[in-house]
């Protein structure tokens, strides 16, 4: 089992910063990579909102950000957060090949995209594994890993100690469509619509059981707005194509919402009205 060092996040978006400032907080040093310096300015200031003040400075001092994604060459795991999007995952793991140590660790945060399809573009696929991280980073204890059919038992033993030392809980899954938290939350968020769609109750009622009747934090539709439903549709498409079940085709209601651009919460409505 490798020993972890030093942490690399490449994307610095709503994911990579959460993941960043976790490792940070368990006193890993952390080189956070994105393509712009807005974002990454953008990326300290929340991570710095969602830190207590008597934590700040060794939080500020164990994250470095770059634009140079070089940075990564001497981290133990690079964990990838970037876009949900195959062929730009692809490309950043082909860059890191030729960047990072020969006994690295490429982890992808990947909800939902196949981990066996996503290493063709890998040096090391033995080394390559999903680890996937629930929003937010910082509160959700879980840590889903996949594990592809080319990754080593090291890996996965590495990556599941890892996670244990920054106060995760880990359940691994094999490579498949949406994984195990995926295929069964989108079951769940599928029905939800439908049954909206159907006119058997609305939203809030839907929302209601799951809540007081099942103790879900959320409602599924409430849940939906808060993932984003651009990032639902395409999780949905996902499954579809991967499993053919017809559970999983996009429902009408949210294909309607994504094409006006009311992705939820993001965008200040979504199913839901917001601020």
């Known amino acids: 089992m490798k020993t972890i060092k030093n942490i690399g996040v490449v994307g610095a978006g709503t994911m990579g910063r959460g993941i960043a400032q976790v490792f940070a907080l368990y006193n890993y040093p952390v080189v956070l990579v994105d393509v712009v310096d ?13 830190t207590a003040p008597e934590l700040w400075d060794k939080v500020m001092g164990l994250i470095e950000v770059s634009t140079g994604l070089d940075m990564t060459r ?11 999007n195959i062929d730009i995952k692809k490309d950043l793991f082909k860059k890191l090949g030729g960047i990072c140590g020969k006994d690295a660790i490429i982890a992808t945060n990947t909800s939902a995209l196949s981990i066996n399809g996503l290493s063709e573009a890998v040096v090391n696929p033995s080394r390559f594994i999903g680890m996937h991280f629930m929003n937010p ?9 996949i594990k592809g059919a080319r990754t080593s038992a090291g890996t996965v033993e590495t990556v599941i100690d890892i996670a244990k030392k920054i106060g995760k809980v880990t359940a691994v899954s094999s490579d498949s469509p949406g994984f195990i938290s995926n295929r ?4 769940l968020i599928g029905e939800a619509l439908r049954v909206l769609e159907s006119g058997v109750a609305k939203k809030e009622d839907i929302d209601t059981v799951m809540k007081y009747g099942m103790n879900h934090p959320m409602g599924p539709i409430e849940l939906a707005d808060f993932i984003g439903l651009d990032i639902c549709m395409q999780i949905f498409k996902t499954l579809f194509e991967g499993l053919e079940d017809e559970r999983y085709k996009p429902p009408g ?6 094409k006006k651009g009311k992705l939820g ?10 601020g």
């Open 137 to 145: 980073p910082k509160v959700m204890k879980l840590v889903e890993v």
């Open 184 to 187: 069964l939350l989108f079951a």
């Open 38 to 50: 807005e974002i990454l300015e953008a990326a300290l200031e929340m991570i710095k909102e969602r």
């Open 265 to 274: 919460r993001k965008t200040k409505e979504g199913f839901y009205k917001y």
């Open 253 to 258: 209601i949210l294909e309607y919402l994504v």
């Open 74 to 84: 001497g981290c133990d795991l690079i964990i990838e957060a970037v876009a949900e």
